[in-house]
């Protein structure tokens, strides 16, 4: 079992519609959570960074972590093609530790 | 945001051959990066961990002979892909910390290049 699972997708919304993307962990001991953006052939761009629970809202996006159920989510709001990419969820156990990835969940916004 | 820079981005060399990936923070000073491979639709791999001024930590499974990593300052390190053969192919990221940044207590915000596309032919 990985220690972070996220679903590959793909997801497919129209435009305007609001996406929601979760990861799934096992390790109860990650503390940081990040969510990353990655276009094709291109570095991952952090979206957003989160400590242990709680909601996080910047703009469009949303994170939400739910320790006790091991659970992360990200929601962008008013979808846009712009927005089709691959999401990454990662965490780690302390700051500046090594990052564990989920596997990705490639997303597509119709126009 | 900070910037972390990757040379090439993409590079072709034929098998036998040594490749070397430069990964530089252009506007922070890392004393840590790190460096993932990762293949067509798949996750990051981490492979291993570069500090500066002493030797890198590599995960379970990377031979540090074959990926060389030197992390001569705190502004670069490069990963040396030694006698490449095609299996070397993909796509390797690196990554830095800002320590200066306040995301939180400490950061675990993680800056990331925007990768290099090795195709050993």
């Known amino acids: 079992q990985k220690e972070v699972e996220q679903d590959p997708g793909p997801l497919s919304v129209p435009e305007g519609a609001i996406v929601s993307l979760n990861c799934t962990y096992s390790?109860?001991?990650?503390?940081?959570f990040m969510w990353y953006r990655q276009y094709s052939r291109k570095g991952p761009e952090l979206l957003m960074y989160?400590?242990?629970?709680g909601n996080k809202e910047d703009g469009r996006f949303t994170a939400q972590v739910d320790k006790s159920s091991k659970y992360i989510s990200l929601f962008i709001r008013d979808s846009q093609p712009s927005d089709s990419a691959t999401y990454l969820c990662?965490?780690?156990?302390?700051?500046?530790?090594?990052?564990?990835f989920g596997g990705g969940t490639r997303v597509l916004v119709k126009p | 945001g900070a910037v972390v820079s990757q040379h090439p981005s993409w590079v072709i060399c034929k098998s036998g051959t040594s490749v070397k990936i430069e990964c530089r923070s252009l506007d922070f000073q890392a004393t840590t990066m790190f460096w993932y491979r990762q293949f067509p639709k798949q996750s990051l791999m981490l492979m291993a961990t570069?500090?500066?001024?002493?030797?890198?930590?590599?995960e379970q499974g990377v031979e540090k002979d074959k990926f060389l990593i030197n992390h001569a300052s705190l502004t670069l390190s490069t990963l040396t892909v030694t006698s490449a053969h095609p299996e070397d192919s993909s796509f390797y990221i690196c990554s830095a910390r800002d320590p200066g940044l306040a995301g939180g207590p400490g950061t675990g915000e993680l800056f990331f290049g925007e990768g290099s596309r090795l195709t050993v032919l």
């Open positions: 990662a965490m780690t156990k302390a700051a500046g530790n090594k990052l564990t």
């Open positions: 570069s500090n500066e001024g002493s030797k890198a930590t590599y």
């Open positions: 989160t400590y242990s629970s």
């Open positions: 390790n109860s001991a990650f503390q940081y």
